[in-house]
């Protein structure tokens, strides 16, 4: 599979890019390639690298729209839990796809996802053609027989064959300390280091979740996965909100990475993620959008833009979390934490892509284009988006939209009046 990329601008230059295996094999002024599968056209369109989202419930986007005005707790309890209890296991494969459009229709190729079913949510990512990594969820809430049946299931899940190794990575999440025993999460530190995988857990959401940590483990959150030995290179850990230094330099001893969802930490009133003291501990710092029944939505533009203010805000300094550093934390810095070489347009690198309408209006005047995508652009001048090489979406048509959203409006139909 090739593709010849004609006229794209790349780095204030006009560029023809030869894609081939899903890399970028080649980027010159002029490639004169007869022997091409396909060639786009990309005249008057900037190439950037596509953004990976690193945190995510991509089967909560039927539950969009409800609880506004809750905190995590309530909302959760009140709103959330009593509705997923109704998904079916084809709910969540609908709402995964329903997510995975809203995401490609953003520029996004990757997303870390954590939620119930996975393998619903692998179906919908092998047959999109988008990149993830999916996850068991570990929940016992402190039950001794949950627990058994959630390691049995986890060891299930992970033995399974993956459909799709070179785009999905299989996984285990432990939701979250208030939900999850000692037991569970010593048991997934060593099943993970026994096979290699990643472990995704949601860390110092709330200062309700290490108020209520100090006084059940007197530790916080953090020192407590460090004590259980989960904490790893592959540990992504979700929010991160209210850390203190002794948490921050557990972090960057063990290498574990952090994603910063802001629109869902404002929206639940969690507080203002500690942009600036995490860069100075030197710890990979990645973003991602959380649920879109938290955010409201997947969008990684959105999510550049209020990672920058609030790391701005919370500094008192408008220098902090420039354009170029929160775009490498949607691109370069999420595609490493997960292992992938991809999150720039350069040979070798694999071709998860974005060609942006240069002439929309929300991209002019051009002065700057990575400032441009982080702070003024609309989704809608996302025209094209790749993902290892093949399109998933042109002119901004995704096939299957339609039935897509045919199947959101059942999901609504069925979960309106619980
Ligand atoms: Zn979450």
Redesign the pocket.
């Known amino acids: 599979m090739s593709l010849l990329i004609k006229n794209a601008f790349l780095d204030g230059k006009t560029v023809d890019i030869f894609i081939k295996n899903g890399k970028f094999e080649e980027i010159f002024p002029h490639l004169d390639i007869s022997q091409t599968d396909e060639i786009l056209d990309a005249k008057g369109m900037g190439i950037f690298p596509a953004f990976y989202n690193t ?3 991509s089967g909560m986007s039927a539950l969009k729209g409800l609880g506004d005005g809750k905190g995590l707790f309530d909302w959760l309890n009140e709103e959330i839990f009593p509705r997923e209890a109704k998904l079916t296991p084809e709910d969540i494969y609908n709402a995964s796809r329903l997510s995975i459009l809203e995401m490609i229709k953003t520029g996004t190729v990757f997303f870390a996802d ?1 939620y119930f079913s996975p393998e619903e949510t692998i179906k919908a990512v092998e047959e999109m053609g988008v990149r993830a990594f999916i996850s068991f969820v570990q929940f016992d809430l402190f039950d001794k027989e949950e627990t058994k049946r959630r390691k049995k299931q986890a060891l299930e899940f992970i033995l399974k064959e993956n459909p799709c190794p070179d785009r999905i990575l299989k996984g285990v999440s432990c939701h979250a300390v208030y939900t999850v025993s000692e037991d569970l999460f010593k048991w997934t530190a060593d099943f993970a280091k026994e096979k290699g995988f990643y472990v995704h857990i ?1 860390a110092n ?1 709330t200062q309700k979740e290490v108020k209520d940590c100090l006084e059940k483990y007197g530790k916080r959150p953090i020192e407590m996965l460090y004590k259980w030995g989960i904490l790893t290179p592959k540990t992504l850990l ?2 991160c909100v209210h850390l203190n230094d002794t948490e921050m330099d557990i972090m960057a001893e063990t290498g574990a990475f952090s994603a910063t ?1 802001p629109c ?1 930490n404002m929206k639940l009133g969690s507080g203002f993620y500690p942009y600036l003291k995490m860069k100075e501990k030197n710890i990979l710092q990645t973003i ?1 959008t ?2 879109v029944s ?1 955010n409201n939505n997947l969008n990684m533009l959105e999510e550049m833009k209020f990672t920058s203010l609030m790391a701005k805000g919370r500094a008192y300094d408008a220098s902090v979390a420039t354009a170029s550093e929160v775009f490498k934390m949607a691109t370069e810095n999420g595609a490493k934490s997960f292992g992938f070489k991809a999150g720039k347009i350069k040979e070798g690198y694999l071709a998860d892509f974005m060609l942006v309408d240069l002439n929309h209006y929300s991209m002019k005047p051009g002065y700057d284009l990575v400032s441009n995508l982080v702070y003024s652009a609309s989704s809608e001048a996302i025209q094209t988006v790749a993902c290892q090489g093949k399109i998933l979406m042109k002119d901004r048509v995704v096939d299957s939209e339609d039935e897509i959203l045919a199947k959101a409006e059942y999901l609504f139909n069925k979960l309106k009046d619980i």
């Open positions: 945190h995510c419930h954590m949601h959401e979700a929010h969802c869902s991602g959380d649920g938290s």
